[in-house]
């Protein structure tokens, strides 16, 4: 078994992503990663589902396709809910950190994004947040 995948977590994930294809591979992976994982595929979705699930982390796309982007799900959240945020996206990644300045951005990643990679990342976040004591479970 992959040592990425050996580290059980509760951490609650909301991924935000157009493309039937990569959210079901996310989520697949995340949820046997030991996650607890939601998936949408638009911002009204995500939004919809987050009122109820209440995630600890947004893993979104920037462009979800629609008028709403993975930006605005993104602002919405961590105003009501202050969640942290990790972007993926194939857009360049310098326009996605000018047009979220006002974000508590964890990472930006740019597409293709390694699952072990991700993983990593998701863990050292919550790590290094719940050592700040930031992250709220």
């Not at 462009?63 to 799900?73: A, F, M, N, Y």
């Amino acid at each position: 078994m992959n040592s990425e995948r050996a580290i059980p977590s509760d951490t609650r994930v909301l991924i935000v992503e157009d493309d039937a294809t990569a959210r079901e591979t996310l989520a697949d992976y995340l949820t046997d990663c030991g996650y607890a994982v939601e998936a949408a595929a638009s911002a009204s979705e995500a939004l919809g589902i987050a009122e109820r699930f209440q995630p600890e982390l947004l893993l979104s796309d920037w462009d979800l396709g629609g008028s709403r982007t993975g930006i605005d799900v993104a602002r919405e959240l961590q105003a009501e809910q202050g969640v942290k945020v990790i972007f993926i996206s194939g857009n360049p990644l310098h326009q996605l950190r000018n047009a979220t300045r006002d974000l508590d951005v964890v990472r930006y990643l740019r597409k293709p994004v390694s699952l072990n990679r991700l993983t990593r990342l998701i863990r050292e976040s919550r790590e290094a947040l719940v050592n700040d004591g930031h992250w709220v479970s």
